[in-house]
């Protein structure tokens, strides 16, 4: 029995692509949305892609969000970018603007379109971070962009309280993202030396780790908070 539907940003590799494997695995359909996709959703039944630059804003009204046949249709806003990596006063305005377009405007405008033309039992989530707390010298522009999402769900979850609406924490998660912190300059960056020790060290959360911890939520029938950590669930 079809469990739902599943309309996931970002699957090309990390959370994203390992969400649309264990979905897929679980019984859902699997929309992916990104610039390219994954093996599992192109050699799967229940899998269908969308290629998409989602700081287009066609590309973003184009995105066909069709509900589940049976079981909730779910929204992962998880497509996103570390941004610039560099002071304030070093930043490009291109380089601020795609950060917080990918990061901030894509989601809310498929969130406000989902809201608007699903039907039925939905959830919406989105790919958050403890950066939208904690000031990191050099991320300027993804710390702003992850507070804004994560005041972004909680608003939505006010006027929308009979939807499930999340802002996931993943933690340090072993994707391309980390890579790119990792190779960062030390002087744009410095906390760089934490982020390579704990690659070194193994510490960083593996991506099926989340998606299974997501599946888990989407069918909790305990309360949950709006912005939750996937490590407690």
Same mark, same amino acid.
């Given at each position: ?82 941004? @610039? #990596?560099?002071?304030? =006063? ?6 601020? &603007? ?5 990061? +901030? $405007? %894509? ?27 904690? @000031? #990191?010298?050099?991320? =300027? ?6 507070? &804004? ?5 909680? +608003? $939505? %979850? ?76």
């Amino acid at each position: 029995m079809l469990r739902g539907r599943l309309i996931i940003t970002g699957v090309s590799s990390g959370i994203g692509k390992a969400l649309a494997e264990a979905s897929l695995e679980a019984g859902y359909e699997v929309l992916g949305v990104g610039r390219r996709s994954c093996d599992a959703i192109e050699s799967h039944a229940r899998g269908q892609f969308f290629q998409a630059d989602l700081t287009d804003p066609k590309a973003l009204e184009a995105i066909p969000l069709l509900p589940a046949a049976s079981g909730p249709t779910i929204l992962i806003n998880n497509a996103g970018t570390i941004g @610039p #990596i560099a002071s304030t =006063a070093e930043v490009e305005h291109e380089e601020m &603007a795609y950060c917080m377009h990918l990061n +901030v $405007v %894509a989601p809310m405008r498929l969130t406000a379109r989902f809201l608007q033309e699903i039907e039925g039992e939905k959830q919406v989530y989105f790919t958050g971070s403890g950066a939208a707390n904690y @000031p #990191i010298e050099g991320w =300027a522009a993804y710390c702003a962009s992850k507070a &804004a999402v994560h005041q972004y769900a909680e +608003v $939505v %979850a006010k006027e929308h309280p009979g939807v499930r609406i999340h802002a996931f924490r993943p933690g340090k998660v072993d994707t391309p993202m980390q890579a790119v912190i990792r190779e960062s300059s030390s002087t744009a960056f410095a906390d760089k030396s934490h982020f390579v020790e704990a690659f070194e060290q193994g510490e960083l959360v593996q991506p099926q780790f989340v998606a299974q911890k997501l599946l888990k939520v989407f069918v909790s029938k305990t309360e949950i908070p709006v912005i939750f950590s996937t490590s407690n669930v």
